[in-house]
């Protein structure tokens, strides 16, 4: 597709259960990034892929979240056990290693 | 790492300018980028800085200093639509990890 694509747009759950987010990003872009995002506020880092090299899982919240990249491409986000104050919008980004970033829609994730 | 700092809110009115300054420290540079976020929707691309000086695009320009660690995104002739988010972001010298501010949360009023 032309941009980022992440599905599910918007994921309903219960607390304990596991999430799976997925991302599709620009083909040919390197960069691969997930954050999360709480209403009214900024943007908080979670994981960055850049091409071959081990990924920045700095941002993690905990060992609950983990994130892949299968083949340079698409990422799959996975919150096992969810919690109450996971919900947020989760945004994936790509973007080459010198350029801009491109954001996809976000999945918006509610636990109840 | 880096730490990136800028206003929570700015009100204007149609028809002016504002100015939203971003101060980073980082262990290492490699440009200095602006979004725009309206509410709801996905960040969008506005500007890069890479090296000093004034980027001036239509209504938006972008400034930077690496001396001094600062920069600011000017708008001009306020519009309605551009009541929004504005992040500024930095990337990283050695591995060009983008880093996010808290964003600035720009009312424009009539």
């Known amino acids: 597709g032309a941009g980022v694509s992440q599905s599910p747009s918007n994921k309903v759950t219960e607390k304990g259960k596991d999430v799976e987010l997925r991302c599709d990003p620009i083909s040919g872009h390197t960069a691969l990034y997930w954050y999360r995002q709480s209403l009214g506020q900024g943007l908080e880092f979670l994981i960055y892929?850049?091409?071959?090299?081990?990924?920045?899982k700095s941002g993690l919240p905990s060992d609950r979240f983990s994130a892949e990249r299968t083949g340079g491409s698409v990422s799959t986000l996975t919150i096992q056990r969810t919690q109450q104050e996971d919900s947020a919008v989760y945004l994936c980004a790509s973007g080459t290693s010198s350029g801009e970033l491109f954001f996809g829609e976000g999945s918006r994730l509610t636990v109840l | 790492g880096q730490n990136i700092d800028q206003p929570t809110e700015m009100t204007a009115t149609e028809g002016a300018i504002v100015q939203i300054n971003c101060t980073y420290q980082?262990?290492?540079?490699?440009?200095l980028f602006w979004y725009q976020q309206h509410a709801g929707e996905a960040p969008t691309f506005l500007s890069y800085?890479?090296?000093?000086g004034l980027e001036e695009k239509g209504r938006f320009s972008s400034f930077l200093s690496r001396s001094k660690g600062y920069s600011y995104l000017l708008l001009k002739e306020l519009q309605m639509k551009d009541s929004a988010s504005y992040l500024c972001?930095?990337?990283?010298?050695?591995?060009?990890?983008?880093?996010f501010g808290a964003g600035t949360t720009v009312t424009v009023r009539a």
């Open positions: 972001a930095v990337r990283d010298g050695s591995d060009y990890k983008l880093s």
């Open positions: 892929f850049q091409g071959n090299s081990a990924p920045d």
């Open positions: 800085n890479v090296l000093d």
């Open positions: 980082t262990s290492g540079f490699n440009g």
